[in-house]
């Protein structure tokens, strides 16, 4: 079968080639997934180029989004029949297609919604619904959201908004903000230190400064919930600084780390979003074999909103 494997060529342009390459050989509680679409993810595009490090080694096989119909069920007898239309969040090797996924990390798909809007749920759905969940309670309570344009900051306002939070989200784009500001932000603004006010949770996905000045909002008693990095920059934090906060949560939340399963998790974006209450934005939807030109543009925030590919 066909699948994009990186070259590693740290120049996203050049990051992929198509391959031929073995179809898989599921284990026993893997269904096999014929892909019609997948979405890419800024992280994905920092492996490729070596922002993390190093670029990913040729042969590399990325994708963590996918949806499609199962083709070959799982040996075990869990999961979905052949046939039926399903979203996933394969550990990788998803821009392919066809890819083996865990049955906890599938959930079916109604006839009703498209596989490109599908297809930008799972990693970024998943972050901004766990982040949700671990701020508890946030009904009233005055929300600080850094990084605010991504597809997480997308999703993490709409979720916010619906459970009751008094949103600012931060984002220097006028476009995205006059978006955030339709998905439930009651005020946008382009720096955290910009943000006036005291703030009873706030999450935090830049580091650097950024990470600094949004500490500097919280409120006594706050939480941080922290789960990236994407400005790449290590965070410093004064001690005495954190004194008029105090006492003062910071979280570190992986995306990862649940008590619920993928599936079930994906089950209830889909739902969501099935009913009208979620709106994944899709900046652009293209043939996969210009993924990594898509990935490129997600680096360099060209697109607003997720970059979906299709395949066939």
Known sequence: MKALIATGNSALPDSLELADVPEPAPNADEAVVAVEAFSVNRGEAMLLNGAYGTPADRGRRL????????????????GPAVGTRVVGHPEGAGWAEQVAVPTTKLAVMPMGLAA???????LAGLTALRLVRAAGDVLGRRALLTAAAGGVGFFLTELLAGAGADIVAVTSNRARAARLKELGATKVVARAADAEGAFDVIFESVG?????????KAAPGATLLWYGQA???????????LIPSTPLTIKH????????????????????????????????????????????????????????????
């Open 63 to 78: 994708g963590q989004d996918i949806a499609g119909v199962v083709v070959q069920a799982a040996g075990d007898g869990s």
């Open 116 to 122: 490109t809007t599908a297809a930008t749920l799972p």
């Open 208 to 216: 650097g400064r950024e990470f600094s000045d949004a500490v500097a």
């Open 231 to 241: 400005g790449l920059e290590p965070v410093a934090l004064d001690f005495f600084a």
């Open 253 to 312: 939340v992986p995306h990862w780390v649940s008590p619920t399963t993928d599936g079930q998790d994906i089950a209830t974006l889909v739902r969501l979003t099935a009913e009208g209450r979620l709106h994944p934005e899709i900046g652009r939807i293209a043939d996969w074999l210009d993924t990594a030109k898509a990935l490129d543009d997600v680096y360099e925030r060209r697109v607003q909103g997720n970059a979906v590919l299709t395949i066939g």
